[in-house]
């Protein structure tokens, strides 16, 4: 490789320094959209949150800066309760809740996987193996609610089929049953958990 020529050097690089082309390059919140200035080196760089920010290439490499800025102000707002609860996972109830959603649908050795999985209920792919991306979806799970079929109480485990309910609203979805069988109902087993 000659260090005169970079054939894959843009236009907007070819008169600045030599620097890496950050772009495409996430850092933490933030994606490389563009070099937008040389002369200082700024990127111009598309937050998580869908705000743009220009970004100096040490702040970037040294993790200064991880978000437009929302990621502070986020702090005790909903996404970055999501975050903590991703890395802290094993220990959130939206875990457990989504362990068990898998467990009633997959593992025929549990007495409630005949209501679900055994009655052919599935788990979206893209939620059964990757909890962050179900709790993405859900959000967080509010004090004494639990995981919903809703609109469809018949249909899978899929985004805009689930919500977070309350033992009330899970009663007025479920599926008609006669007296005796509602006590061991999938229903009253969900809200268990
Ligand atoms: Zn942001």
Same mark, same amino acid.
């Given at each position: 490789?000659? =260090?005169?020529? $970079?054939?894959?050097?843009? &236009?907007?690089? &070819?008169?600045?320094?030599?620097?890496?082309?950050?772009?495409?390059?996430?850092?933490?919140?933030?994606?490389?959209?563009?070099?937008?200035? &040389?002369?200082?080196?700024?990127?111009?760089?598309?937050?998580?949150?869908?705000?743009?920010?220009?970004?100096? %290439?040490?702040?970037?490499?040294? =993790?200064?800066?991880? =978000?437009?800025? @929302?990621?502070?102000?986020?702090?005790?707002?909903? /996404?970055?309760?999501?975050?903590?609860?991703?890395?802290?996972?094993?220990? %959130?109830?939206?875990?457990?809740?989504?362990?068990?959603?898998?467990?009633?649908? /997959?593992?025929?050795?549990?007495?409630?996987?005949?209501?679900?999985?055994?009655?052919?209920?599935?788990? @979206?792919?893209?939620?059964?193996?990757?909890?962050?991306?179900?709790?993405?979806?859900? *959000?967080? #799970?509010?004090? *004494?609610?639990?995981?919903?079929? /809703?609109?469809?109480?018949?249909?899978? /485990?899929?985004?805009?089929?689930? #919500?977070?309910?309350?033992?009330?609203?899970?009663?007025? $979805?479920?599926?008609?049953?006669?007296?005796?069988?509602? %006590?061991? =109902?999938?229903?009253?087993? %969900?809200?268990?958990?």
């Amino acid at each position: 490789m000659t =260090s005169g020529t $970079n054939l894959r050097q843009t &236009s907007a690089t &070819s008169n600045m320094p030599a620097t890496a082309n950050l772009v495409g390059q996430r850092f933490k919140r933030l994606l490389v959209v563009k070099l937008a200035s &040389s002369r200082p080196i700024l990127w111009l760089c598309r937050c998580d949150c869908g705000n743009e920010r220009l970004v100096p %290439t040490r702040n970037l490499r040294n =993790s200064n800066t991880k =978000s437009c800025g @929302c990621l502070q102000r986020d702090v005790v707002r909903q /996404y970055a309760t999501i975050h903590g609860a991703t890395a802290d996972r094993k220990r %959130t109830s939206e875990y457990r809740s989504w362990r068990h959603m898998i467990e009633r649908c /997959y593992n025929p050795n549990i007495r409630e996987w005949k209501y679900w999985g055994g009655a052919g209920v599935q788990v @979206c792919p893209q939620w059964r193996h990757n909890f962050q991306q179900f709790l993405h979806d859900m *959000g967080p #799970r509010p004090v *004494g609610h639990s995981i919903d079929r /809703y609109p469809d109480k018949n249909g899978h /485990y899929e985004p805009g089929n689930c #919500r977070w309910a309350t033992p009330t609203e899970q009663t007025r $979805n479920r599926r008609p049953r006669t007296p005796k069988q509602a %006590t061991m =109902s999938p229903t009253a087993a %969900t809200i268990q958990q």
